[in-house]
């Protein structure tokens, strides 16, 4: 999320006093309504009841089914967030996404429909946030990607597909990812939340985890793949010949270390962490 400006902030802490909740709840709910461009929001917070879904036209789920006060609290919240977000130029998104429960996963489908909203509201006058340098988009992904075909979000996960080009822009708790779809022909999107949030879409080929797809980078920073070691004996004389498996087995248990470090940070679930471990580990 961008930084908010002096007024933004204010009006968090604003609405924090006016609902009694914490100004952490009430940015928690923001990314929420954001990532839901606008019209819903999908959030997980102990002061909401834990996990719950808003939506426009009177929709609400919480956790805390029965707590009627905390429904209208965070009803009230969502309606106020849903009415200052529409007021922010580019924050929304044009691209839009319809998302439903499935039992243990969420499923969003995209379309090319437009819900931003028009509507004006006392809240509308802030810049919630610091305007983004000049020159720049502002958009949460790569400039260099431009303009995505479909975006979308759950939870706190945003999506943006860019078909032309053949990537895919995924952004996780503040991280953004970019794969290569290589010939894929993304239909939609659903994450496993009772599998380590992992991510899958559905092409041509069916449904495809997001972790077999090659990334490009992350958070801005190329990720090439490493060459191959040429063997020992290009560069050792005969008496100082080493074997080739200990250069393959320290080059794994590197990458291996690798994986594990984007996994504490969030880039990487633990289903992912685990397949590309287990890849690995099967070369030894």
């Known amino acids: 999320m961008r930084k908010l400006s002096p007024e933004g902030q204010q009006v968090i802490n604003n609405l924090a006093l006016q609902y009694n909740v914490s100004t952490d709840a009430v940015m928690h709910l923001l990314q929420s309504v954001i990532n839901g461009n606008g019209t819903m929001a999908q959030f997980n917070h102990p002061e909401l009841g834990g996990s719950g879904q808003w939506m426009q036209g009177g929709m609400l789920m919480l956790g805390d089914m029965f707590n009627n006060g905390l429904k209208n609290t965070v009803d009230g919240l969502c309606y106020a967030l849903s009415d200052l977000v529409s007021q922010q130029p580019n924050l929304l998104q044009t691209g839009s996404f319809q998302s439903q429960s499935q039992g243990d996963s969420l499923q969003a489908n995209f379309n090319n429909s437009s819900q931003q909203q028009n509507d004006s509201g006392p809240l509308g006058?802030?810049?919630?946030?610091?305007?983004?340098?000049?020159?720049?988009?502002?958009?949460?992904?790569?400039?260099?990607?431009?303009?995505?075909?479909?975006?979308?979000?759950?939870?706190?996960?945003?999506?943006?597909?860019?078909?032309?080009?053949?990537?895919?822009?995924?952004?996780?708790?503040?991280?953004?990812?970019?794969y290569d779809t290589l010939d894929h022909q993304i239909g939609g999107?659903?994450?496993?939340?009772?599998?380590?949030?992992?991510?899958?879409?559905?092409?041509?080929?069916g449904l495809v985890d997001v972790s077999n797809l090659p990334i490009i980078s992350?958070?801005?920073?190329?990720?090439?793949?490493?060459?191959?070691?040429?063997?020992?004996?290009?560069?050792?004389?005969?008496?100082?010949?080493?074997?080739?498996?200990?250069?393959?087995s320290t080059d794994i248990f590197t990458k291996i270390e690798k994986l594990a470090n984007l996994k504490e940070q969030g880039i990487l679930s633990d289903d992912e962490f685990q397949t590309k471990k287990a890849e690995l580990l099967s070369r030894l």
């Open 189 to 205: 999107f659903g994450q496993q939340q009772s599998a380590g949030s992992s991510i899958s879409f559905n092409s041509q080929y």
């Open 125 to 178: 006058a802030v810049s919630l946030f610091i305007p983004p340098p000049e020159g720049s988009s502002g958009n949460w992904w790569p400039e260099d990607l431009q303009f995505p075909n479909s975006t979308g979000a759950q939870n706190q996960m945003r999506y943006a597909y860019f078909a032309d080009i053949c990537r895919l822009a995924i952004e996780v708790n503040g991280h953004v990812t970019v």
């Open 218 to 248: 992350v958070d801005g920073i190329p990720v090439h793949p490493e060459p191959e070691m040429a063997p020992a004996t290009n560069f050792l004389s005969s008496d100082e010949t080493i074997d080739q498996s200990t250069f393959q």
